[in-house]
């Protein structure tokens, strides 16, 4: 059975930093590329960040370009997302999502599988 | 990287059908035949609906069907039940291991 949990989101003051982990099971995880969503309280869903299987391609959405940074550590099973000069519009629920296939371009471009979430509150 | 544009609620009576529109720009929906939909129950991790435009995940009900046309994407359930009563997302790669999610549409079955 495939499971995305992720964990290591909670309440940081506004200019912080947050570094946020999914552990993945019940599949090959270095087969498949891996990506982060997000969705702000009351608002839809938000592609933040992905990764391909090899860490050979990534990708930011605009808004986090330069502040987050998507990584994977293939041996251990895990992705992380490092989150620097957070601001209140980073507040979310941070979905970590298995893609269908190793990459996007030509290949499953689809989340498969998602975790439960880790909630991200940035608040002085 | 503009969010894909999608009607914000679309409401339709059991055993009806109904369309979700996506629409994007050359950059994602017109480029590539990678639009998937994602239904999403609040609480809930979101679900794969349909996949590469007209796919079906295995266990999917076939009463979800999709479709593209230029730069528009679009999800129809047909014979509506109280059960999809959630909210709908359209996604699109967008070129260089990015991709874009529509603004969502939620559904009310009445």
């Known amino acids: 059975e495939v499971q995305l949990v992720e964990s290591g989101g909670g309440l940081v003051q506004p200019g912080r930093s947050l570094r946020l982990s999914c552990a993945a099971s019940?599949?090959?995880?270095?087969?498949?590329?891996m990506h982060w969503v997000r969705q702000a309280p009351g608002r839809g869903l938000e592609w933040v960040s992905g990764i391909t299987w090899n860490s050979g391609n990534i990708g930011y959405a605009d808004s986090v370009k330069g502040r987050f940074t998507i990584s994977r550590d293939n041996a251990k099973n895990s992705l992380y997302l490092q989150m620097n000069s957070l601001g209140a519009e980073d507040t979310a629920l941070y979905y970590c999502a298995k893609l269908g296939g190793g990459y996007c371009s030509g290949g499953p471009c689809y989340f498969d599988y998602w975790g439960q979430g880790t909630l991200v509150t940035v608040s002085s | 990287q503009s969010a894909l544009t999608q009607p914000a609620s679309v409401s339709g009576s059991p055993g009806q059908s109904i369309t979700i529109s996506c629409t994007g720009t050359?950059?994602?929906?017109?480029?590539?035949?990678?639009v998937s939909w994602y239904q999403h129950h609040p609480g809930r991790a979101p679900k794969l609906m349909i996949y590469?435009?007209?796919k079906r995940p295995s266990g999917v009900s076939n009463r979800f069907s999709g479709s593209k046309s230029g730069y528009t994407a679009s999800l129809t359930i047909s014979g509506l039940q109280t059960e999809d009563e959630a909210n709908y997302y359209c996604?699109?790669?967008?070129?260089?291991?990015?991709?874009?999610f529509g603004g969502g549409t939620k559904l009310t079955v009445l």
């Open positions: 590469e435009v007209n």
């Open positions: 996604c699109s790669y967008a070129g260089a291991t990015t991709l874009v």
């Open positions: 019940g599949f090959t995880f270095d087969d498949y590329g």
């Open positions: 050359s950059s994602d929906v017109g480029s590539y035949n990678l």
